[in-house]
């Protein structure tokens, strides 16, 4: 009997045993599995960071604004001929990469740049903006969407670069002197790019009678990207210009060795005229400096200053002075010339302004005026 308990004893004993063993392995289990599930979350939560770290980086590449800071960021370094050579730049023979490089290091300098989106073009699916360094404008970029996905959005990449520095336009038309050697960026232009010749101008319109016309040429020069450097050699003077736009005119030269008799000449007609309108000098002495078209002008002003007559009266030619000299030939050139006429006449004073510019031609070894315009 006692053996029959204490075998029930033994085997209830076991049965405990198996039974806490068995609550042992499934909390080792569960511990296991919690183990598992944590390392896996954790991989999926980075997998996911790293999903929406790209994500974020491919949508700010998406934003075209966001190109442009990058493209301005690149112009500021070595990176600007990169970006020349990737534009869709036409170049004439004035004209290659490392030309507009090097120019646009000059006009760019210290300056700021900065863009804006260029109004009357700029769309969500074209976009296109305005540079500036500084105050000038410099260009106009134009992007475009890259014909694959690099990732979730399609990048935006540089399509188009237009310059700003020829008046919104290709086209450059140069004024020279007729048998002018004329250089663009040191490169000779070639007779070919003539579109205009025997060209009479202002203040040489009405010399032919005295002596050989002046007359000027013109070239025409299309796709320039920027504003070239100009240079025109006329008889052996290297020329000023005037720039108006996309039009730069030559100006014939002045000579120092004909500027002292030229400068007496203009100041003793610019006295003259003077005297006979406050009634100190006559038309006869006037017009005996001028000739044709000059001496019609005068003969039609009437002493201007009438109601002086009969009074006393004294009078000064202040601040004269001559300038703007160009010689057209040896016996035709023109000058500006100005002054203030003032008379005192006791009870009265009155201060009048005088600019002209006479055109001179030279007539059996006298110097007389041809052409007058008031300035």
């Known amino acids: 009997m006692d053996n029959v308990l204490d075998n029930k004893k033994e085997k209830t004993v076991v049965k405990k045993k198996k039974i806490v063993r068995k609550k042992k392995t499934k909390g080792i289990s569960f511990k296991k599995f919690l183990a598992i599930y944590s390392i896996v979350l954790g991989a999926i ?24 800071d990058k493209i301005l960021a690149d112009m500021k370094t070595s990176k600007l001929e990169s970006i020349i050579e990737d534009a869709n730049i036409e170049y004439n023979e004035f004209e290659d990469s490392a030309y507009i490089s090097t120019k646009l290091k000059e006009k760019i300098g210290e300056n700021e740049l900065s863009y804006s989106k260029k109004l009357g073009e700029y769309s969500a699916s074209n976009p296109v903006y305005t540079v500036s360094a500084g105050d000038e404008d410099l260009c106009t970029i134009s992007l475009k969407k890259e014909s ?36 663009l960026n040191g490169i000779e232009v070639s007779d070919s790019y003539k579109t205009s010749t025997g060209v009479e101008f202002e203040p040489c319109l009405n010399v032919s009678k005295y002596v050989t016309t002046p007359t000027e040429e013109v ?23 005037e720039a108006n736009d996309n039009n730069l005119t030559a100006l014939y030269p002045s000579v120092d060795s004909m500027y002292e008799t030229a400068s007496a000449n203009a100041m003793e007609v610019l006295e003259c005229y003077g005297k ?14 001028m000739l044709g078209k000059a001496k019609t002008y005068v003969a039609n002003i009437p002493a201007v200053w009438a109601f002086l007559v009969g009074k006393k009266f004294s009078y000064e030619f ?11 030939s040896s016996d035709c050139y023109s000058i500006d010339v100005s002054c203030v ?7 009265g004073e009155k201060s009048y302004d005088t600019n002209y510019r006479y ?9 007389k005026v041809a052409d007058l315009s008031v300035l």
């Open 45 to 68: 939560g980075v997998f996911l960071l790293i999903l929406l770290f790209f994500f974020l980086k491919d949508y700010e590449s998406s934003i075209p604004a966001n190109k442009m």
């Open 219 to 241: 070239y025409t020069v299309t796709g320039l990207n920027l504003m070239p450097e100009l240079t025109v050699n006329y008889e052996g003077y290297e020329l000023e210009y």
């Open 359 to 367: 055109t001179f031609v030279n007539v059996n070894g006298s110097w």
């Open 341 to 347: 006429l003032y008379v005192n006449w006791g009870d």
């Open 148 to 183: 694959k996905k690099s990732g979730f959005f399609r990048d935006w990449k540089l399509e188009d670069v237009t310059f700003a520095a020829v008046a919104g336009s290709d086209e450059l038309n140069i004024t020279v002197p007729t048998n002018s050697t004329v250089y």
């Open 318 to 328: 202040r601040d004269m002075a001559t300038s703007n000299f160009r010689v057209y």
């Open 276 to 289: 006979y309108i406050i009634n100190r000098g006559s038309l006869e002495t006037l017009s005996s400096h």
